[in-house]
């Protein structure tokens, strides 16, 4: 059968190839190549087996085309690779691009009010797009779904998921599982009671909607107190979630509670800070494991969920891999929500330790003082000791790769009256407490079963990209000061980095076309980030939006020709 490619993080290009016309043809093809949507296929790897690549040639990439996208906004998302056409969005525009040439086959954009800003938390952003059966799936900052022919572009229709004026948001990129496109939406900093809904894909037909903050008499509605707290009770659903076909079921981060001050709202506030599972035919809860529960530190458990087999005692066993922003390492049996492993993998002093037998933390006297009303030193806080820019797992080194933060933060718990559309924080941030001179992250390899670090890369700017593995033994990812970097995958020996002006907050991607391997990411700073990361060095980065795509330099059209006309061929 021909496969489909939708590109990601790996990607096996096929002359000839045609949209999936069936659920079974998306499964197939996921279960062959690992490259259906967002992450690399509906287990968000981020691991790509293509080889030609490789340490031992990968100081002969070149630049092949760099597309412009004409906007100074951050650059966050990820293309999608089809029949030889790129296919991805940023904050305000959809486009399709040729791959092979770099020229715009058609783009759409959008037009947002002038208040919108106000309304969107952390940097004007979209981090891709879906493609499903000839059709592109994107949301807006203004809270709409867009459906739009692929080969055309063509709007096929357009639905309003919510009023972005009470702080809700859409940031993340839509997918598509068991015939069910979802989305999720942002909005806990305003007081947002978010929620994840399944969409028909082909009419936009509103399918179902499930709440993250749970209220009674819903399961789980009792965990938040007397009162309504749950109705502004944040649990933002803004990261993509993965889809294990075989359990026919969605694993989907679900973010911070609002506010974060923690006196209003008693009790663990499911399902906040959490990782679900669930159904995609009707989104209900078949089970949760809370990573933080009760918390007020802004621990966004919306982090990337990747999927794997790993030997558990002896025994092959489903897992979930989770990086979360509260700086604990997760490994979770996805059958049945079972914690099996746990441990730091960045600076923190919240919790002891997570209680292997009760799944739950065992919070720091810090931690308590804090939460008492006292000022207090935090780590991590705000970003956390990772942010949303997704890992990879190797599984030819078994190993997960993390660009991981190094920062802390002062801060006290503050009573907060909600206003709609307004911030809703419910905290005094009191200001940095690092030292100038700290390291800011590190590109960390990691033993996902035992927290062993192989190796780690600093950076005083930490990296904000996303990452990338590949079969040639390759760490792909970039940097805010503008490179494109890539790492040895066994000992973290840098061996190429090119660039590209602007700093670099995309996710790389690879695939095969004509023969040739390829990688491709975009460039443009403007994140969350790099707004709060106060130094020079970034001052004189540009914030300019590019699509780059790289090559071995036999791939370069233009080196082939010089390269004949020289007679050296």
């Known amino acids: 059968m021909k496969r489909l490619i939708l590109a990601a993080a790996v990607a096996a290009l096929l002359p000839g190839a045609a949209y999936a016309q069936s659920d079974a043809d998306l499964l197939k093809a996921d279960t062959n190549t690992k490259d259906i949507f967002y992450g690399g296929g509906y287990s968000q790897n981020r691991y790509s087996a293509l080889d030609k690549i490789n340490t031992r040639n990968v100081h002969e990439l070149v630049p092949i085309f760099a597309y412009q996208l004409s906007n100074d906004k951050a650059q966050e998302e990820q293309p999608l690779l089809y029949q030889g056409v790129f296919y991805f969005a940023d904050h305000d525009a959809t486009m399709a691009v040729d791959a092979r040439t770099g020229k715009q086959l058609w783009k759409n954009q959008l037009k947002y009010a002038d208040d919108l800003p106000k309304e969107v938390c952390c940097g004007l952003i979209s981090r891709g797009v879906a493609l499903y059966d000839g059709v592109v799936y994107r949301n807006s900052l203004d809270d709409n779904l867009y459906a739009y022919d692929a080969k055309s572009g063509k709007q096929l229709w357009k639905q309003n998921v919510f009023d972005y004026k009470q702080g809700y948001a859409m940031t993340g990129a839509p997918t598509v599982a068991g015939g069910v496109l979802m989305t999720g939406i942002a909005g806990a900093e305003y007081g947002a009671r978010d929620f994840i809904d399944g969409w028909d894909p082909k009419t936009g037909k509103h399918l179902w909607r499930t709440y993250t903050p749970a209220c009674a008499p819903e399961p789980g509605g009792d965990t938040w107190g007397p009162g309504d707290a749950c109705k502004r009770g944040g649990g933002s659903t803004w990261i993509t979630g993965s889809y294990d076909p075989e359990l026919d079921l969605v694993y989907w981060g679900v973010g911070n509670a609002g506010s974060w001050y923690i006196a209003d709202r008693p009790g663990d506030n499911l399902y906040t800070s959490s990782v679900i599972a669930f159904h995609p035919k009707d989104g209900k809860i078949v089970w949760h494991y809370q990573f933080s529960p009760h918390e007020g530190m802004d621990f966004d458990g919306v982090n990337e969920m990747v999927l794997t087999t790993l030997k558990v005692e002896g025994k092959p066993t489903k897992v979930l891999l989770h990086a979360d922003r509260n700086s604990f390492f997760y490994v979770i049996d996805r059958t049945n929500g079972h914690l099996i492993q746990a441990f730091p993998f960045a600076k923190q002093n919240w919790a002891e330790k997570i209680d292997l037998q009760t799944g739950r933390p065992v919070l720091t006297q810090v931690a308590k003082d804090y939460y008492a009303g006292k000022p207090e030193p935090l780590w991590p806080f705000f970003y956390g000791g990772k942010n949303w820019s997704p890992m990879s797992y190797d599984h030819k080194t078994g190993l997960v790769y993390i660009n991981t933060l190094n920062y802390g933060f002062k801060a006290a718990q503050k009573k907060q ?128 939006g590019t699509l780059w795509v790289f090559g071995l330099y036999g791939s370069h059209p233009q080196a082939m020709e010089e390269t004949k006309k020289s007679g050296k061929m």
Do not use: C
């Not at 709609?420 to 800011?440: E, I, K, Q």
């Not at 390759?474 to 590209?500: E, M, R």
């Not at 403007?526 to 980065?541: C, F, M, Q, S």
């Open 417 to 544: 009256a909600y206003h709609a559309g307004d911030f809703y924080f419910g905290a005094d941030f009191l200001g940095p407490v690092d030292p100038p001179d700290t390291t800011g992250g590190f590109l960390k390899a990691i033993e996902p079963l035992t927290g062993k670090v192989r190796w780690s890369q600093p950076a005083f700017i930490p990296r904000y990209a996303g990452v990338l593995t590949t079969g040639g033994g390759l760490v792909i990812t970039g940097a805010l000061t503008g490179d494109v970097q890539i790492y040895d995958a066994v000992n973290g020996k840098p061996l190429w980095q090119f660039h590209v002006g602007s700093g670099v907050e995309g996710q790389p991607i690879t695939y095969e076309m004509d023969g040739k391997q390829y990688i491709a990411i975009t460039s443009g700073n403007g994140g969350v980030l790099t707004a709060v990361v106060n130094d020079p060095r970034l001052a004189n980065i540009p914030r300019a």
